[in-house]
Nanobody
Framework: QVQLIESGGGLVQPGDSLRLSCLAS????????VTWFRQAPGKEREFVAA???????YYGDSVQGRFTASRDNAKNTVYLQMNFLRPEDTAVYYC???????????????????WGQGTQVTVSS
């Protein structure tokens, strides 16, 4: 059974950093573009960052310059390094693997075939 397992969330103060991990099981992660989304209470799920199979990256406007997506194919893991965190970054963060038929970096949720369960990030003083 394919699983995407996020970890690394927590409670931090504004300006702090966190690194999220997304580990894939029963799936060759290197064959997929992977995207990070987030969802804050009462808001729609929002595109955060995407990384392609060959490590190209693409970021949402609100995180550009602060967040960095990377991947370690040997560990079947994708990461999201989050620096200079702000209270408005508070959300549940999800990783998702995009269907190979639709490329990578899509903002359409229907283009994703596998989703993780999410990890909570809270930024508060």
């Amino acid at each position: 059974q394919v699983q995407l397992i996020e970890s690394g969330g927590g409670l931090v103060q504004p300006g702090d950093s966190l690194r999220l991990s997304c580990l894939a099981s029963e799936l060759t992660f290197s064959n997929y573009g992977v995207t990070w989304f987030r969802q804050a209470p009462g808001k729609e799920r929002e595109f955060v960052a995407a990384i392609s199979r060959n490590r190209s990256t693409y970021y949402g406007d609100s995180v550009q310059g602060r967040f960095t997506a990377s991947r370690d194919n040997a560990k079947n893991t994708v990461y999201l390094q989050m620096n200079f965190l702000r209270p408005e970054d508070t959300a549940v963060y999800y990783c998702a693997a995009q269907s190979t038929a639709t490329g990578w970096g899509s903002k359409q949720h229907d283009d994703y075939v596998y989703w993780g369960q999410g990890t909570q990030v809270t930024v508060s003083s």
